[in-house]
């Protein structure tokens, strides 16, 4: 089992910065994929960017060049730096993580970006 809780969200302007965390526990050695997802409303969950414990990651063509994901795991946490935030960023984001074959997911944290 894995527990995965995230922080950070909250109300920025356009053009602004958040930076999201999520901390891992419980058998989260065994985490191979982490990332975040988000979803707006009335759309489907979408994919925000991945890391693999070798370091590789994988993002959305909307985010690329304005997020970073990263993770430590010593901590057991991931964060996601958000700059350059843009309305169409507003969404709920939620942690996710895969460990040996089953998904995991967080309570999701509110980003709202103002115009």
């Known amino acids: 089992q894995v527990q995965l809780v995230e922080s950070g969200g909250g109300v920025v302007q356009a053009g602004g910065s958040l930076r999201l965390s999520c901390a891992a526990s419980?058998?989260?050695?065994?985490?191979?994929?982490i990332g975040w997802y988000r979803q707006a409303p009335g759309k489907q969950r979408e994919l925000v960017a991945t890391?693999?414990?070798?370091?590789?990651?994988k993002y959305a063509d909307s985010v690329k060049g304005r997020f970073t994901i990263s993770r430590d795991d010593t901590k057991n946490t991931v964060s996601l730096q958000m700059n350059s935030l843009k309305p169409e960023d507003t969404a709920v984001y939620y942690c996710?993580?895969?460990?040996?074959?089953?998904?995991?997911w967080g309570q999701g944290t509110q980003v709202t970006v103002s115009s």
């Open positions: 419980g058998s989260s050695f065994s985490i191979n994929t």
């Open positions: 890391i693999i414990s070798g370091g590789t990651t």
């Open positions: 996710a993580a895969n460990s040996l074959g089953r998904p995991y």
